[in-house]
Antibody, heavy 121, light 107 residues
Framework: QVQLVQSGAEVKRPGASVRVSCKTSGYTFTDYYLHWFRQAPGQGLQCMGWMNPGIADTNYAQKFQGRITMTWDTSISTAYMELTRLRSDDTAMYYC??????????????WGQGTLVTVSS | DIQMTQSPSSLSASVGDRVTITCRASQTLTKYLFWYQQKPGKAPRLLICNASTLESGVPSRFSGSGFGTDFTLTISSLQPEDFGTYYCQQSHSSPYIFGQGTKLEIK
């Protein structure tokens, strides 16, 4: 069965960087897009961008450009999202999610359990 | 970017009630509107695809309708396990924006 398992909670100082991992299983990692989202406490879901390990492509939301990098390791079917120059308003739950279609109109059928990133001095 | 507006932002209803949540887009989505349910501390769960297609395993009391800019999620007979926050999300064009959510409480 398809699973996306994310790394554990992180506490970071302002100005630091964080890397969240998303280990996938149950499907061919390179056949699907993977998207990243975040959700600040009590807030809605915000798109951060997507990656396609099969064609080595990424796309980042404008809000995060210059601070975000999505990478992957196909040998272990794992995706990574790194966010740099952290600020207190980056405190949020971060999610990875699989897009099950390749139509350009994504459908997010499987999600990671979330990784809480807390930015505090 | 396409803007998504959900209403109401919160509602309280009784078991057995018919509940309707609406979502309006700032430009046409054609059919590319999705509905998710999120429970506290959990990831979102996909309920409805392409405005009206029920996701496998989702109870038939959930339904979606609409096309273009105006969409509706309906729960025909509210059950205790339906509490949570409901989000619409557009997949017409990047960035794939979510609505601000509707928090549903059971009276």
């Amino acid at each position: 069965q398809v699973q996306l398992v994310q790394s554990g909670a992180e506490v970071k100082r302002p100005g630091a960087s964080v890397r969240v991992s998303c280990k996938t299983s149950g499907y061919t990692f390179t056949d699907y897009y993977l998207h990243w989202f975040r959700q600040a406490p009590g807030q809605g879901l915000q798109c951060m961008g997507w990656m396609n390990p099969g064609i080595a492509d990424t796309n980042y939301a404008q809000k995060f450009q210059g601070r975000i990098t999505m990478t992957w390791d196909t040998s272990i079917s794992t995706a990574y999202m790194e966010l740099t120059r952290l600020r207190s308003d980056d405190t949020a739950m971060y999610y990875c999610a699989r897009d099950r279609v390749l139509t350009g109109h994504p459908e997010f059928d499987y999600w990671g359990q979330g990784t809480l990133v807390t930015v505090s001095s | 970017d396409i803007q998504m507006t959900q209403s109401p932002s919160s509602l309280s209803a009784s078991v057995g009630d018919r509940v309707t949540i609406t979502c309006r887009a700032s430009q046409t989505l054609t059919k590319y509107l999705f509905w998710y349910q999120q429970k506290p501390g959990k990831a979102p769960r996909l309920l409805i695809c392409n405005a009206s297609t029920l996701e496998s395993g989702v109870p038939s009391r959930f339904s979606g309708s609409g096309f273009g800019t105006d969409f509706t999620l309906t729960i025909s007979s509210l059950q205790p396990e339906d509490f949570g926050t409901y989000y619409c999300q557009q997949s017409h064009s990047s960035p794939y924006i979510f609505g601000q959510g509707t928090k549903l409480e059971i009276k």
